[in-house]
């Protein structure tokens, strides 16, 4: 039996990674989760489960665990800009680096593979379109973005040195915007506002012209592929890119969503965050040319998915 320890494992990948791990049954998964954005609701259902454990720990302190650890999938951070400069961003930044210190320290310990959820932040607001692994990247240091795009970079760095000097068994993978069911409704994040709004019956906001792009992964799409990263020899640390490569400006979003739910929705335009991406999309030729893998899933699909996540969310709360 393989033992797994995912950090963030209450959270939207977190929650939908040990859904799919649980059920190889040659498989225990630890979940360690401070629920500072994410929720027990979301693993209530494998707390019955002997092979899965939650563990309630924040991963700034190091991490005391008495059996042997295989894997470890460190997800903990928040991923949202609302939580990670609105909530703590202080807290975002030493989750990033003092969490990944205290992640490594546990792998080098039990000698176990470790994969490090990075993101397509690391490139900020990228000069080269689209972005490969290559590229070095244009973040401002000292923006309300640089608690997390240079916290996560530094993680990077940590990752690799550890490889370096412990051989520790690193993977890194760079996670472009995902989507999907358990995604927390009030996190503020593009697709979970547009729905929830236009389920309300509320005014979509659209932040700036709507002009600045995306390219959305559903989350099955996602779970499939850092499992193969995982799974693969010692030799592949990365990084890479993992996403949809299909690219949307946020307005046609927000059509896509209207249509969908209901067409004579108003669509109300707002301030630009500062440092917010102008565009972004992944290039995944090394995914699809090591992994032979690409995203199966449109948006227009996991749209329909993550709509019917949110109808049943809300019927409970009435
Ligand atoms: P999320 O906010 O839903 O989940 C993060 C989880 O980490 C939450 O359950 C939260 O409570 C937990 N957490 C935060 N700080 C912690 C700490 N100090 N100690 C213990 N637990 C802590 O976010 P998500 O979308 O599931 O993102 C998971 C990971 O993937 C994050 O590292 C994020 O940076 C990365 N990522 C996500 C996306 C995306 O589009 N969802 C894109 C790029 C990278
Ligand atoms: N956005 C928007 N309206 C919202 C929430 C977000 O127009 O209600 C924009 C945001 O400014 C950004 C894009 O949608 O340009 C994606 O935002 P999100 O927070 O989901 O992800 P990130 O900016 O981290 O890629």
């Not at 950090?7 to 998964?29: R, V």
Request: aromatic share 10%.
């Amino acid at each position: 039996m393989k033992t797994i320890l995912i950090t963030g494992g209450a959270g939207f990948i977190g929650s939908n990674l040990c859904e799919k791990l649980i059920f190889d049954e040659n498989n225990k998964i630890i979940c360690v989760d401070n629920n500072f954005t994410g929720s027990i609701t979301n693993v209530q259902k494998f707390l019955s489960n002997p092979r899965f454990q939650f563990i309630s720990h924040d991963i700034t302190n190091p991490i005391e665990i008495d059996e042997k650890i295989d894997e470890i999938y460190n997800l903990a951070c928040p991923a949202s800009p609302k939580f990670y400069q609105g909530k703590n961003a202080i807290f975002t930044t030493k989750t990033c680096v003092l969490g990944a210190i205290n992640v490594l320290e546990l792998a080098k310990k039990n000698n176990a593979k470790i994969l490090q959820a990075s993101t397509s932040e690391i490139y900020g607001d990228p000069l080269e379109h689209p972005q490969n692994e290559l590229y070095k990247g244009n973040v401002n240091p000292i923006g309300i973005r640089a608690c997390y795009d240079e916290g996560k970079r530094a993680a990077e760095s940590l990752f690799f040195d550890y490889n370096r000097i412990h051989n520790t068994k690193i993977k890194i993978v760079r996670i472009f915007n995902t989507y999907g069911p358990n995604l927390n409704p009030d996190d503020g994040r593009v697709i979970s506002n547009f729905i929830y709004q236009a389920l309300k019956n509320q005014d979509i906001t659209i932040y700036g012209n709507g002009t600045q792009t995306r390219s959305f992964c559903y989350i099955d799409d996602l779970i499939n592929i850092i499992i193969k990263v995982m799974e693969s020899p010692d030799e592949f640390i990365g990084p890479i890119n993992i996403g949809n490569p299909k690219e949307y400006t946020i307005n046609e979003l927000a059509e896509l969503i209207k249509n969908k739910i209901n067409n004579n929705l108003k669509i109300t335009y707002k301030p630009l965050p500062q440092d917010d991406p102008t565009k972004r999309q992944p290039d995944i030729t090394l995914a699809k040319s090591y992994f032979n893998w690409e995203p199966k899933i449109s948006l227009s699909e996991g749209l329909d998915k993550t709509i019917r996540y949110f109808q049943t969310l809300l019927k409970e709360q009435k």
